[in-house]
């Protein structure tokens, strides 16, 4: 048993001396810089064509009044889908009242 650890021990030991080796830079080499090197050409300019303001003017006026029409157009469905106003004579109250008095004549 005794055996057995120090040849785990020995085993552990070569191992880590052969890990820490691996790591080392080789000689007669430079360490390699990690620097990034970015060429980049100059960004090209952003021409933009020029506005014709009438035609601007034109859509803004011509979008203005398609709104308009279409809220004339939901005024109206709106006033046709409106409850019609109920007559008070009409209700439920008089038309039973009214049925009343002729079963009793």
Request: no cysteine; net charge positive.
């Amino acid at each position: 048993m005794v055996t057995r650890v120090a040849l785990a021990a020995a085993l552990t030991a070569v191992l880590a001396s052969s890990a820490a080796g691996a790591q080392d830079a080789r000689p007669g080499e430079a360490p390699s810089s990690l620097e990034l090197k970015r060429e980049a050409k100059p960004a090209r300019p952003i021409v933009r064509p020029e506005s014709d303001r009438g035609q601007a003017v034109r859509d803004a006026s011509s979008a203005a009044a398609e709104y308009e029409q279409r809220q004339r157009d939901e005024a109206l469905v709106r006033e046709q889908t409106r409850p019609a106003i109920r007559r008070p004579d009409l209700g439920y109250d008089v038309t039973s009242g009214i049925q009343q008095r002729n079963l009793r004549r």
